[in-house]
């Protein structure tokens, strides 16, 4: 034990001069058989504060995140060089070699209506394709966004800030645990990315080019037809709203109501794939749903969103009831809104 | 360990470089909070109390090598999220559920207050209180063992209560022994699409369901005190879920008495159907015996036998009861003030109940009639009725009842269940 508290001293003491960041990603560290100490470590980033990406770390979007309390989401994603991501089809998230690591910083500005303007970072969460899978690893950054520092356990941060409507919230936001990572992440009895499947990374990212094309032309994906279908954009209200909705529900429920995902026994399955109209949740009567169900008896009650529990727990930030259980603190009004209009317009029966 | 040494040096390191560490920083810091000089370092996986308990109990549940112990000690402390567990192998033993007491009340976020995702888990010798969710989950948790555990959600029974207590799914091997449930919204203990299992010596109380085995198979229920519940002990099948056809249960000398407790279930869930004052309830399974209980006090039955009585479109679905055997129970008074549907049928027969009741819907959709082997195995001086429904969906006003006893056969012995990792 002497041994590991000298080495660790070691290890942070450079941390008082100049930050000493590895030249480049580092392949060793993102290959351990643990996590870093420090984000920094992983030599993804040139500077302590991870504004700017080592070569080979490229920043990217997804058509449609996942709702996060309105943080706003920095990825950036790296692929050992002579390595190449393989596309599996639209649907599927894209097949990753080993090195690759997935980085999302969760950043909070005091005004979400403008995000850029004193923008602090709170989190970054790596998913790491090691040897043998993935890995996910909470990092939490210090006040001085000087360090960010390894949180198996996550962390509850106090934050307030005005949302992108214009209202003042206050909230304890969760930094999940190792384990919660997984339990959003899981895929049978491995862990899997989420967001980035082709279709969902189909269009004009942060670099202000087409992503698919920009991924293959620098090597890191190969496979990709010339056009890749994009998702429709939930917030485009120029789509109709079946496909907006389904849209939605896939990048927030569905890495867990799926038949490999941690809400399996539902029997809820609300992929975008998914064409089975009770596993949608027509006529699909609560299972586990506890007061989760508020008063409604199915999970779609079309034309009637008042009487769908989709709507009950969506609209809803108190443990046991909302949904997703993990990962929000605030309902997001944008998709409660979106999820009502799609259920309203629904046909009824006779 | 690891953990403790790590924080302190990252604390004094960064004392040195002045600056961070300020104190209000240490509830949003993660594991740099850890430290503070109250906790002593501790020795084999024991938790010591004092502050960031929960903090340190997670880290300890994420850090734990497979096959070790991690001690809680006594003590009350407070949680503000669920726990989770996903290393094989680990032991949970707290002091006792009177001593060491997992306090949910101020939780913010996840479903339920202890979730364990890994195989070859013993929960043991401690109380979760107050979860806003479910009490203690394991999902796709192999060869779980819950023993001597207490999941409770004080005052009255209330709507507000997390939905299931002890709550294993998609699991096989179960076993949970010698725990006690008490004011679950739903089921106190609820064992779902899991196969082999054993739910004994329990005490489930003021809970809607007490014990409930849904769409599994091959489970014992053995000598549970249930009481006070709405409804007893439930064996049911759903349809629309990815594990159905639940089959293969005994349900042997329990004392099932005095259920008789409203129905507080949220509406909507399946067992907001339960007529408060049930004692057993068996709907839409295959192959269950219910032999040797005692029934005392249920106010509206002992025993109900009864098809799936809501709405489904799932073509794989049955949703009858078939090969179901009561035999040598014993049964105290039942039947005086029948609830639910069961208390409007009543009026048809006298107003009140026999100690049991088979629906009698003997066909759905386009089915012919079928012969489900419903077998009443008992004296005839124990009062039964066939409702005679006759066909799904259930139409109360089609009711014909008959106190003969649909012809039937033994359905044989249950077979012993023996679990891999215990006697």
Known sequence: ?350 | MRKLLFAAASVSVLAACGGAGDGSDSDASGNQSSVNGTSSSASDGTIEAGDDFALRLQTALIEAEPGSTITLPAGTFAMTDGLTLDVDGVTLRGASPAETILDFKNQMGSGEGLLVTSDDVTLTNFTVRDSKGDGIKSKGADRITYSNVKVEWLGEPSEDNGAYGIYPVESTDVLVEGSHVRGASDAGIYVGQSDNIIVRDNIAEFNVAGIEIENSSNAVVNGNVVRNNAGGILVFDLPDLPVMGGNTTLIRNNLIEDNNTRNFAPPGNIVASVPSGTGVIIMANEKVMVRDNNFANNQTAHVLITAYSQDFSDVDYNPLPRNIEVRNNTYGESGYNPQGDLGDLASLIGGNLPPVIWDGVTSWGDNPDSDLNIFINEPDSVGFVNLGLGAYPVDVSAASPSMDRPAGESIGAIPTVKLSHAE
């Open chain 1, 1 to 350: 034990m002497r041994v590991a508290l000298a080495a660790c001293l070691v290890l942070l003491l450079p941390a008082c001069g100049q930050q000493q960041v590895p030249a480049g990603p580092d392949i060793e560290a993102i290959l351990a058989a643990g996590p870093a100490e420090t984000l920094a470590d992983y030599g993804l980033f040139t500077d302590p504060s991870a504004r700017e990406p080592s070569e080979g770390v490229i920043s990217y979007d997804l058509i449609n995140p996942l709702f996060s309390d309105h943080a706003s989401k920095h990825r950036l994603i790296y692929v050992p060089e002579g390595q190449a991501a393989g596309y599996r089809g639209g649907e599927e998230v894209l097949d990753f070699p080993v090195g690759t690591v997935l980085i999302k910083t969760f950043a909070f500005a005091p005004d979400m209506r403008s995000p850029d303007e004193g923008e602090r970072y709170r989190e970054t969460r790596l998913l790491i394709r090691k040897e043998d899978g993935w890995a996910a690893y909470p990092y939490v950054w210090n006040e001085d966004e000087t360090e960010a520092r390894y949180a198996p356990a996550g962390a509850w941060l106090d934050l307030a800030f005005t949302d992108p409507s214009g209202a003042p919230v206050e909230i304890d936001y969760r930094v999940p645990n190792q384990n919660q990572c997984k339990t959003c992440h899981q895929l049978g009895d491995a862990i899997a990315p989420i967001g980035p499947k082709a279709r969902n990374l189909a269009h004009e990212g942060p670099l202000g080019v087409g992503q698919i094309e920009d991924w293959t032309m620098r090597g890191m994906l190969t496979g990709a037809p010339d056009s890749v279908e994009a998702v429709a954009d939930v917030h485009d209200v120029s789509l109709p709203l079946d496909p907006r909705a389904r849209a939605y529900l896939d990048i927030n429920c569905a890495h867990c109501h799926r038949a490999e995902g941690s809400a399996s026994n539902s029997g809820l399955w609300l992929g975008w794939e998914e064409q089975e109209a009770v596993r949608i949740g027509f006529g699909k009567h609560p299972t586990a749903a506890g007061r989760g169900s508020g008063s409604g008896t199915v999970v779609i009650e079309p034309g009637a969103p008042d009487a769908s529990i989709l709507v009950y727990r969506m609209d809803s930030a108190e443990a046991g009831v909302a949904m997703p259980e993990l990962g929000r603190a605030l309902i997001d009004d944008a998709g409660v809104e979106l999820v009502r209009a799609w259920i309203e317009d629904m046909p009824t029966e006779n």
